[in-house]
């Protein structure tokens, strides 16, 4: 049974950094392409960031050069480190496995078969 975990969400100002960890567990956690989806109240879900399990990575225009996802194959672990978060940034943050062995990363939620259950990040102005 596949399990994804989420953990690092919380309440920060503006400017500030999160740090979100999600632990992969019940698959072969280096051939899969990992994913941060956002939801914002109202909105629909997402991308924020995505990696390849062989390392290539998509960024959302709205995150690029303030986001970086990596990922640590012996922890069967992904993080995506948020810095210079902005109110607009407020959402619930999931994290999704997909698209083994694909050689760049998903994009999309068609691209990914497992979600975790979301932890939410709250940047106030």
């Known amino acids: 049974q596949v399990q994804l975990v989420e953990s690092g969400g919380g309440l920060v100002q503006a400017g500030g950094s999160l740090r979100l960890s999600c632990a992969a567990s019940g698959l072969t956690f280096s051939t899969y392409g990992m994913g941060w989806f956002r939801q914002a109240p109202g909105k629909e879900r997402e991308i924020a960031a995505a990696?390849?399990?062989?390392?290539?990575?998509y960024y959302a225009d709205s995150v690029k050069g303030r986001f970086t996802i990596s990922r640590d194959n012996a922890k069967n672990t992904v993080i995506l480190q948020m810095n210079s978060l902005k109110p607009e940034d407020t959402a619930v943050y999931y994290c999704?496995?997909?698209?083994?062995?694909?050689?760049?990363?998903?994009?999309?939620?068609?691209?990914?078969?497992?979600w975790g259950q979301g932890t939410q990040v709250t940047v106030s102005s």
């Open positions: 990696i390849s399990w062989n390392d290539n990575t």
């Open positions: 999704a496995a997909g698209s083994p062995y694909r050689g760049h990363a998903a994009v999309d939620r068609s691209g990914f078969d497992y």
